[in-house]
Nanobody, 124 residues
Framework: QVRLVESGGGLVQAGGSLRLSCARF??????LAWFRQAPGKEREFVAA????????IYGASVKGRFTVSRDNAKSAMYLQMNTLKPEDTAVYFC???????????????????WGQGTQVTVSS
């Protein structure tokens, strides 16, 4: 069983930066990812990182502005968000993809474990 705890959300002005953290407890998994969900919208893929090897992928709307990273020693994943826009406002979730799951890392359906989410609000 994997438990995930997000932190670091808050209110920031457009153009600013925030860094989200995801602490991971227990279990085994292949990928960790960030998703976000704005009110009235579907959950959207943001970024993912392969725990072994560290390869990364990004959603089109954040590529070039956000950076996902991990710290193996701390069992943590991070999302550095720069040049934030009002449309980045959402609840951001950390998710873990179980080892042996070979479906797309871009799909929320591939992830079995989710954190409680952290709110990010970007004011214009």
């Amino acid at each position: 069983q994997v438990r995930l705890v997000e932190s670091g959300g808050g209110l920031v002005q457009a153009g600013g930066s925030l860094r989200l953290s995801c602490a991971r407890f227990g279990g085994t998994f292949s990928d960790l990812a960030w998703f976000r969900q704005a009110p009235g919208k579907e959950r959207e893929f943001v970024a993912a990182i392969r725990w072994i090897g560290g390869s990364t992928i990004y959603g089109a709307s954040v590529k070039g502005r956000f950076t996902v990273s991990r710290d193996n020693a701390k069992s943590a994943m991070y999302l550095q968000m720069n040049t934030l826009k009002p449309e980045d406002t959402a609840v951001y979730f950390c998710a873990a993809k179980p080892t042996g799951t070979y479906t797309s890392s871009y799909s929320s359906l591939s992830y079995s474990y989710w954190g409680q989410g952290t709110q990010v609000t970007v004011s214009s």
